[in-house]
């Protein structure tokens, strides 16, 4: 057991890191709900047979941050056995399929492109094509939302929309409530498109308390929503509606009825922020702290929640780790450049320092890699940050109020940046808070 020194902080948020990316493993994660076949050829999804009719199709597709690990299992598995298929995942990342009839594609995130469109238009045409003795194995993760799309709206207004979304502090519920009305695909379209085949959805969870309608904008999920829904957002936030949005949402709206021919499918969540935020604490308790997920279920605005996490820190008994799962928001007021976990947190150092936050370490994480366009996946902050930052002459407090979190940390305290590069999965945002016994805390 390593000993529980304020000295080594680094060497137990890396190792909480690693432990929450490993259970969050998104080629893992398929290959715990997918089974070979047996010898009469059928395999198990999540314990429900998927037999393949010898006239039957099988189709895969995978989309999101993590569609290209998610796609490797089940080729792994699956083999020959899948007629064809798309992997669609996030421009900049890499890598191939090993089966001739899967094509792969990259596409535009956080806001969809052409790239998005035409990836959205293959989607669609092959799901279309789907009958009754075929089957759709749908694999999706966090990122879908822009990755595939087949907007109502000219794509120019499409990404206006989605930016001004973004940028308004709303949660990934409600914005995901907007893009659903809007596009072909999200809400239940593509399930629509799919005919009478039984889909099969596999969902890594990137949206907070799992909601199945709303991780990627729910593709394959009938929604309950409807016009008003998506109109009551845009009033909150006071973001301008698109001209003819009721006649849009009227023109595409179809049955919520469930389609297939012996049911739905199965959807199952084979990963979530739980999962990843409960290996860590196992991995603090292997470091000897005494460890507990407090949530996962974490929502609220960036900064506050910084200062939620920072009062949390002061109040833990010396040797305690606690855990917290979930997403923030932002709400854009100035022009800086950050992300919402280094937004949190900045917020943190802010109030540890003004309570003499000594011992107290607070380190957040993106799961995904990508803290906004930062290049970080989060950042670890004390007591002593704004210290540290105040001494080269930096401002911390101007720079949270200007949106600025990534210059406190890159200018003042590149060290205490958390830079992973793309992982490969998503299940959103984790805060992990350290309480250091004071003699191991240097003067």
């Given at each position: 057991?390593?000993?529980r020194?304020?000295n080594h902080h680094?060497h137990h ?11 969050a ?6 290959k715990?709900?997918l089974t070979?076949?047996?010898?009469n050829g059928?395999f198990?999804?999540n314990?429900?047979a998927l037999?393949?009719?010898p006239?039957?199709r099988?189709i895969l597709?995978?989309?999101?941050k ?11 598995v699956?083999?020959?056995r899948i007629h064809?298929?798309?992997v669609?995942?996030k421009?900049?990342?890499q890598?191939?399929i ?7 594609l ?7 492109d052409?790239?998005s469109?035409?990836?959205?238009k293959?989607?669609f045409?092959m799901v279309?094509?789907?009958?009754p003795?075929?089957?759709?194995l749908?694999?999706?993760?966090g ?13 120019d207004e499409?990404?206006?929309l ?7 502090g709303?949660?990934?519920?409600e914005?995901?409530?907007?893009r659903?009305q809007?596009?072909?695909i999200k809400?239940?379209g593509l399930?629509e498109a ?31 929503q409807?016009a008003a829904?998506a109109?009551?957002?845009l009033e909150r936030?006071g973001i301008?509606?698109p001209?003819?949005l009721?006649?849009?949402?009227s023109a595409?709206?179809?049955?919520p009825?469930?389609?297939?021919k012996?049911?739905?499918g199965?959807?199952?969540i ?11 604490v196992?991995q ?7 460890a507990e997920?407090?949530?996962?279920h974490l ?6 929640i910084g200062r939620?996490a920072?009062a ?15 997403e923030?928001t932002?709400t854009?007021r100035g022009?800086?450049?950050g ?9 943190a150092?802010?109030?540890?320092e003004?309570?003499?936050?000594e ?17 970080a996946?989060g950042?670890?902050?004390s ?8 001494a080269?002459?930096?401002?911390p407090?101007?720079l949270?109020a200007?949106?600025n ?13 958390i ?6 999965t998503?299940?959103?945002d984790?805060?992990?808070i350290?309480?250091?016994?004071p ?5």
């Amino acid at each position: 057991m390593m000993k529980r020194d304020f000295n080594h902080h680094r060497h137990h948020i890396d190792q909480l890191i690693q432990a929450a990316l490993d259970a969050a493993d998104p080629y893992q994660a398929v290959k715990r709900v997918l089974t070979p076949a047996d010898q009469n050829g059928t395999f198990l999804i999540n314990n429900q047979a998927l037999q393949i009719g010898p006239n039957g199709r099988l189709i895969l597709i995978a989309c999101g941050k993590a569609a290209l690990p998610m796609a490797h299992a089940a080729v792994e598995v699956l083999g020959e056995r899948i007629h064809s298929g798309a992997v669609v995942s996030k421009k900049g990342q890499q890598g191939t399929i090993a089966h001739p009839k899967i094509q792969v594609l990259f596409a535009a995130h956080p806001v969809a492109d052409e790239s998005s469109v035409t990836a959205g238009k293959l989607v669609f045409e092959m799901v279309s094509d789907l009958g009754p003795e075929d089957t759709l194995l749908f694999l999706i993760s966090g990122g879908a939302s822009a990755l595939i799309s087949r907007p109502l709206l000219p794509l120019d207004e499409w990404q206006t929309l989605n930016e001004q979304l973004l940028a308004s502090g709303c949660t990934i519920q409600e914005l995901n409530t907007v893009r659903q009305q809007l596009d072909q695909i999200k809400g239940g379209g593509l399930r629509e498109a799919a005919g009478s085949a039984w889909i099969f959805t596999l969902i890594l969870s990137d949206v907070v308390g799992n909601p199945l309608d709303k991780i990627g904008s729910g593709p394959t999920i009938p929604i309950q929503q409807n016009a008003a829904d998506a109109l009551a957002v845009l009033e909150r936030y006071g973001i301008p509606m698109p001209v003819g949005l009721a006649e849009l949402v009227s023109a595409r709206r179809f049955s919520p009825q469930t389609s297939g021919k012996n049911g739905p499918g199965e959807t199952v969540i084979v990963g979530d922020v739980r999962l990843a935020g409960e290996a860590a604490v196992r991995q603090a308790r292997e470091l000897g702290f005494d460890a507990e997920m407090l949530t996962w279920h974490l929502e609220g605005e960036a900064r506050e929640i910084g200062r939620f996490a920072a009062a949390l820190a002061r109040s833990a008994t010396p040797g305690r780790c606690w855990v917290l799962g979930g997403e923030s928001t932002v709400t854009l007021r100035g022009d800086g450049l950050g992300g919402r976990n280094l937004e949190i947190a900045l917020a943190a150092a802010l109030a540890l320092e003004e309570a003499d936050g000594e011992g107290v370490i607070v380190a957040t994480l993106a799961t995904d890699g990508d803290d906004g366009p930062t290049g970080a996946a989060g950042g670890i902050v004390s007591g002593r940050s704004v210290t540290i930052a105040a001494a080269q002459g930096g401002d911390p407090a101007e720079l949270l109020a200007n949106n600025n979190s990534f210059h406190f940390f890159s200018r003042y305290l590149p060290d205490d940046l958390i830079i992973t590069g793309q992982t490969g999965t998503n299940v959103n945002d984790l805060i992990f808070i350290l309480k250091y016994p004071p003699q191991t805390i240097d003067s």
